[in-house]
Each structure stands twice: as C-alpha cells, then as structure tokens.
C-alpha cells in the first residue's frame, strides 16, 4: 500500500475515557489547509482494523467546533442533515422501520444519550431503546458490552449521526465488538445480519494480506452492505476489496452557486485502490485493474468540508464535533440504503444505473498512480469517488 505523506509529522495524544476505559493514541496529522485528530491511530497488524473517523482540530490536536474557536456546546458548524440532503437530494422521511445496522469495536456507554443529542438539535424524532429505534448489543447479540474506547467511540458516535441524518425513520442497530480483530468485527457483521439488518455500515479497514478467511462475513445477499474505502489515500483496503460489498470512497464537499448548489472534488486523502487479493465482480468493466477495484461510490469525506457530530470528545466528555474521513461516507450512504428498501448485490446496482443517479465527480487526486483513473478523478468511473456521489436514491 502507498501511504500518503503528509506535512506535518504525525504527533500523539492520549484520550482517556473514565477508569474502565481502554487509552487510545491517537495522531494529529496535516490534510490540506487544516489539521485532523486520527481517531483511530494507524499501525494495525495483520488481522486487525482501524476506524478511519477524522475528527478536525488544530495543529495541538484541540478539536474544532466553531470557525476559530473550541466552544464544546456551540451550535456546530460543520454540515447537518439539511446539509446533507439538500447536497444528495435525499428525501427527509422514507425507510419505514427498517433496520441499518452499525458494526465498531468496543463499547461507547453514553451512545443513546448522545445520539438523542445530535437529533434533538437537528429536529429529527427521538430514536431510543423504549420507543423501539435504538438497539445495541455485542458481537453476540447480548447486552454484555466490551469496555469504552475513545477513538472507537467518536467513530461510533459519527456512524449513529449519519445514518440519523438520512434515514431520520430507520431503526438503528450498534453491534460492539470485543476488539478490533477482523475475527470480532466479521461476526459483528454476521450478528446484525442474523438480526435482521437492511443495511450494515462498516467504517474500519486494513491492509489486504491474510484477509481471504473473513471476506465470507461481508456477504449477505439482500443486505446493503456498506464500507469505507479508506484515509490514507492510494492503496488497496479490506473489507472495502471484498467483491460482496459496495465500497464508499470520499470527497470534498463544497456550497457553489451552481444549478445543484453543491461542489465536489475527490478528497485527497480517500481510499482507492486495485486489489491482490479478489476477483473482480462482472459488473466492474473498468480496463486496467483485472481484479476487484474500490470505491464504488462516494460521499462527503473530507474533515475540512466535514460533517456536524455530537460525541465523545478528547477527555470523554461529550461535545460537538467536526468529522471527515471515508467513515462519514459509509454510514451516510448506508443511511440512503435504508431509505430505498432496495435488495442489495454487492454494488451491482450502481453500476447498473445509467449514471443519470450520480454526481460524476472529475476532479482531484488521492495519490500517485501514474495518472491513472486508479486515483485521479476523471469522467465516469475512477477509483476515489467510484461511479460518483448520489443523486437521490434511485441509482442505488
């Protein structure tokens, strides 16, 4: 995998999340003109995942709320759900119940609380365990949860705001895992389907080898099953390579004053890549990756056109938030899934579309590939924002 370079070199923090909470490093990196805590810090071993949640800060790893200022409880000034749909012309109802499933690692105890937070600011219905909306269990569907952990739970925390933001009437269902193992998260991914999920939202990846033994708990035929295509730019990511699953790249999303309102260009830092490892589907056409090639699609990814969150900040104490990373992308598509009710076949039915469903974004680059479409955007197909970004539901 080509890693990108970035310009500042990478500093630590450590987040604490009260006394049964598990510490997490995690790195403050340069991207563009701004600066990201990484919620997730990079390094994973084989077998293993991180979550790709950005969350954006300044050059100390002190998180942004406002324009220029750390104000925890400020109305937040990163894109909500109008936003959001108004940039995918989205519906603001639809889904009628059905259940998007969330897989991440580790417990995040204050998840409904926070959750009723960023809906109640954003005027969308409560969705609790008592009214029936809100579920969270184990890998093995129980209620004994693993431990807190501060990156996971800020990826959490995003994951449940998106899905919010484009299904406000899907139920949602959080499935923790004991760790960040591909073993734990592949049978989280298995639970939410045995569960009943439409849709599973998966915001975590890694490197490729070794990973053909959990490819098998991606594919649920009839279940959207949705993942980030990756942060770190160029450079094949499981279980966005596996062929059973529709793999979600990112953008940077801009207001213009255009017919649609909206401007995109693939972000710099999204994940793209031409695997080693699985075959390619037979509705991939694409001329010069003869196996599986990622992303799919696209969405917002980008911290600094990023996304309103409300969850855990660096101390635990929750606070308001701006996110990017490929994982505001996964979730925000899975939320869209769960507003067609549509049977999902890996990503066929996004190439299917005559392309009249999406965006198709030409513009930027997420690495060096010999300018190829492998990750540089360009007309039709290109590997960091796929076919392109929705245009409502009806491409997907």
């Known amino acids: 995998m080509i890693v990108r370079a970035f310009g500042l070199a990478a500093a630590t923090i450590v987040a604490l999340v009260g006394g049964a909470s598990i510490a997490s490093a995690q790195q403050v990196e340069r991207n563009g003109n701004g600066y990201n805590v990484i919620a997730c810090a990079r390094g994973v071993g084989q077998g293993e995942a991180r979550c790709y949640a950005r969350i954006k800060s300044d050059a100390r790893g ?116 004991s760790s960040t193992s ?21 915001s975590y990846g890694g490197g490729e080898s070794g990973t053909s033994s959990y490819a098998s708990a991606y594919n649920h035929p009839g279940v959207a099953v949705t993942v980030s295509s990756g942060d770190s730019g160029y450079g094949a990511q499981f279980p966005a390579t596996a062929n059973t699953v529709i793999a979600v790249g990112g953008t940077s999303l801009t207001r213009a004053s255009n017919t649609r309102g909206w401007s995109e260009t693939a972000w710099n830092s999204g994940g793209s890549g031409c695997s080693t490892v699985y075959a390619k589907p037979s509705y991939e056409t694409d001329s010069l990756c003869t196996m599986r090639m990622e ?57 299917a579309d005559s392309a009249s469903g999406f965006n198709d974004v030409t513009s930027g680059s997420n690495g060096s590939c010999g300018g190829t479409y492998f990750c540089t955007a360009g007309a039709g197909y290109d590997g960091p924002t796929g076919r392109g970004t929705p245009i409502g539901v009806a491409g997907l």
Do not use: H
């Open 62 to 177: 002190n998180l942004f709320v406002g324009k220029n200022a750390i104000t925890p409880n400020a109305v937040p000034s990163g894109y909500g759900p109008a936003d959001l749909r108004s940039a995918y012309n989205s519906p603001s109802s639809g889904g009628n119940g059905r259940v998007v499933a969330i897989v991440d690692a580790y417990g995040y105890s204050n998840a409904e609380s926070d959750l009723a937070v960023y809906r109640a600011q954003y005027g969308l219905p409560a969705c609790t365990t008592a009214n029936g909306c809100f579920k969270k269990v184990n890998q093995s569907g129980g209620t004994s949860y693993p431990r807190n952990n501060t990156g996971w739970d800020q990826e959490q925390a995003l994951d449940l705001d998106m899905v919010s933001a484009m299904c406000p009437d899907c139920k949602i269902l959080l499935v923790q895992t």
């Open 182 to 202: 591909l073993a734990n998260l592949g049978a989280g991914a298995n639970e939410a389907a045995a569960l009943g999920a439409s849709v599973i939202s998966n």
């Open 295 to 351: 992303a799919d699609i696209s969405a917002v990814g980008d911290p600094n056109t990023g996304v309103a969150v409300y969850g855990p900040g660096s101390t635990g104490k929750s606070q308001w938030m701006v996110f990017g990373g490929t994982s505001v992308a996964s979730p925000l598509i899975g939320g869209m899934y769960g507003v067609t009710g549509k049977t999902a076949n890996g990503a066929s039915t996004i190439f």
